[in-house]
């Protein structure tokens, strides 16, 4: 198989600049979690909008997880690998990736979700582990596999395994590909882990099917692995320099967040793609794509002071706020990324209740103010872990509002509003809720940005439709 060529990554909103770059695109990869409507009850379906949309541009596709990583000692949620084989057939996909990460945590009582993509236990206990969910995903999936190399905002531990050293462990044991994108080992190396040479030094580059390209942010004295836009001239130099050494290479992706697509330039995008083609020359074709069998490496039999399961629950906890109270806990909250990781975990959580309750997120800040809305979030995030998905934490906290309402006037007509909105999204269909306070006039004011006054009240019936679908 000769090599796909350069493109973008899919997200909500970059639909318009897909379309005016599309004679340079040669492949787009998508996040199939972007595609899934995930209702409260946990149902998940696609939507088929958004994929006949993507169906019609040029080049190939490629399948990219977001949610259901495989670096921890938790299995993949075999109901999410099953959508994501099945779109990886749908789209003719020659390979899928997923994150070298872990986002589910169990305790003897429960599990949690952890809200963002934490990185592994970096021992041999770890790496084992981790090449044990890969292959558990990989042998459902009906295309090879690729894993990416994460951001790690924490400081390195003696005793564990480099970062180069863990992936290379993992993928030696596990027979994956890899995904290496480059912003996430820059940030690493500006973030005080080790430099990327050393990395690469280790890594088994003749495993690198994909390179990632994206743009961050300075936070709180770090190198967030944000997404935020155009990749730096640091970056560009780097891949310039990479890419012709990874002798496997079959694409290489701009990658933005939602949140950055507004501010993207399509101008700008389309000489990004330009410079990636020139930086990366054409080459002869390429073997047909095999992944490695896995290597029959032992159990590790020496005690190790790390247990991947222990890892996962202290540092898991400490990123949602709670503290387990355990020795490894202790010595974790000592590393100023913990701080990081909890600031990170909460913005992912407001953004995700902005996106999808608009208006009671705007009623709640019109009348508490900052200070108010500030304590109403910590209350709700010290009491409910984080979800998944933006639509299970929208249902999430609008019990959470509706169990112990604060004083806010017309909370619950906003509420189920707002809900009724996400329903109709989710569903595709029209849904009606019954109010007594003039829908018109909650809508009309508090998405001018303003508080009602006085909006009549009665009986109301109102029938919901999701805006953003065709006529």
Do not use: K
């Amino acid at each position: 198989m000769t090599r796909l060529g350069v493109g973008l990554t899919y997200v909500p909103g970059l639909d318009h600049i897909l379309h005016e770059v599309a004679d340079l695109l040669d492949v787009v990869e998508i996040e199939p979690q972007s595609l899934w409507r995930v209702r409260g009850e946990g149902e998940i379906s696609v939507d088929e909008d958004v994929l006949g949309r993507l169906s019609d541009l040029p080049g190939a596709r490629l399948l990219h997880g977001v949610g259901n990583p495989v670096g921890g000692s938790c299995l993949p949620d075999p109901r999410h690998t099953a959508l994501f084989g099945e779109l990886a057939e749908r789209l003719h996909a020659p390979w899928a990736s997923e994150h070298l990460a872990f986002n589910r945590v169990a305790d003897r009582r429960s599990w949690f979700h952890t809200g963002f993509m934490l990185p592994p236990c970096q021992t041999e206990a770890g790496a084992h582990a981790a090449a044990r969910s890969i292959r558990t995903m990989a042998d459902a999936l009906p295309v090879p596999l690729a894993v990416e190399i994460g951001a790690n905002y924490l400081r390195p531990r003696p005793g564990d395994l480099s970062d180069g050293a863990f992936v290379r462990r993992v993928a030696e044991e596990s027979g994956c590909g890899l995904l290496l994108d480059l912003h996430n080992v820059l940030a690493n190396e500006r973030n005080g882990r080790g430099r990327v040479d050393d990395l690469l030094a280790d890594l088994p580059l003749d495993r690198v099917w994909e390179v990632h390209l994206a743009g961050g942010s300075e936070y709180r004295g770090y190198w967030l692995d944000s997404h935020s836009g155009l990749p730096d001239d640091d970056l560009l130099a780097l891949a310039d320099r990479i890419l012709p050494r990874l002798p496997a290479l079959r694409a290489v992706l701009f990658e933005v967040t939602p949140s950055a697509v507004p501010d993207l330039d399509v101008g700008a995008v389309r000489e990004l793609l330009v410079v990636m083609r020139e930086m990366w020359p054409l080459q002869t074709a390429l073997a047909r794509l095999s992944p490695p069998p896995p290597a029959d490496i032992p159990h590790p039999t020496r005690q190790e002071t790390t247990a991947p399961c222990d890892w996962e629950l202290a540092l898991g906890s400490l990123a949602v706020g709670r503290d387990p109270g355990t020795p490894l806990a202790q010595e974790l909250v000592t590393d100023p990324a913990i701080g990081l990781l909890r600031d990170l975990v909460a913005e992912f959580r407001g953004s995700a209740l902005t996106g999808t309750l608009r208006y009671t997120m705007r009623l709640l800040f019109l009348t508490l103010g900052p200070v108010g809305m500030g304590e109403l979030l910590s209350g709700y995030t010290r009491s409910c872990t984080p979800r998944l998905f933006a639509s299970e934490e929208a249902f999430a906290f609008a019990d959470h509002l509706l169990e112990a309402p604060p004083p806010v006037p017309w909370l619950t007509d906003v509420v189920q509003l707002d809900l009724g909105l996400l329903r109709a999204r989710l569903d595709g269909s029209p849904c009606t809720v019954d109010l007594r306070t003039d829908p018109t006039a909650l809508l009309t004011d508090l998405g001018a940005g303003r508080l009602p006054v006085e909006p009549p009240q009665g009986h109301f019936r109102v029938r919901l439709v999701d805006d953003a679908a065709p006529a």
